[in-house]
């Protein structure tokens, strides 16, 4: 498991991900909130991380880093809205984790086939299995 540093720029990186339109929807502070008490962080901690900068962590191990990029894929569609920058950002983000090109771009394509664009997640680790084999 991540250490509360490494927690930190998981939650830091989301919310950097939210402010793409310069606000944070009440869906998106929702969702941020409950994967903040999910990974053991204080409210407090949680809402300082909106104005204060943390140390940029990636994530060490690959589960970790596939982990991450998913629970931004549902940051993405928590108001069930994409828009090119949000898509090319999120890309972006993967490709900095150092996740395989075709495997994003394979989840950022099929998660329309789902409802509420909810990649059920053995669909998405058997994308990245596929990519890595």
């Known amino acids: 498991m991540s250490t509360y540093k ?3 720029s998981i939650l830091s990186e989301m919310i950097s991900f939210a402010r793409v339109g310069n606000t944070i929807k009440d869906e998106e502070y929702i969702f941020l909130s409950s994967v903040a008490q999910q990974l053991g962080v204080d409210e407090e901690t949680f809402d300082t991380l909106f104005n204060e900068e943390v140390e940029h962590i990636v994530p060490k ?3 970790e880093r596939i982990l991450q990029f998913h629970r931004l894929v549902l940051l993405m569609n ?3 809205k994409q828009d090119l920058i949000e898509i090319s950002r999120i890309h972006n983000i993967g490709l900095g984790m150092g996740l395989p090109p075709s ?3 394979q989840v ?6 789902y409802p509420n664009k909810i ?3 053995k669909v998405l680790i058997d994308i990245f299995r596929a990519h890595y084999n």
């Open 6 to 8: 490494e927690k930190l």
């Open 61 to 63: 191990s690959e589960a």
């Open 78 to 80: 928590v108001d069930n």
């Open 103 to 105: 495997a994003i771009e």
């Open 108 to 113: 950022l394509s099929i998660m329309h086939k």
């Open 119 to 121: 990649v059920p997640p």
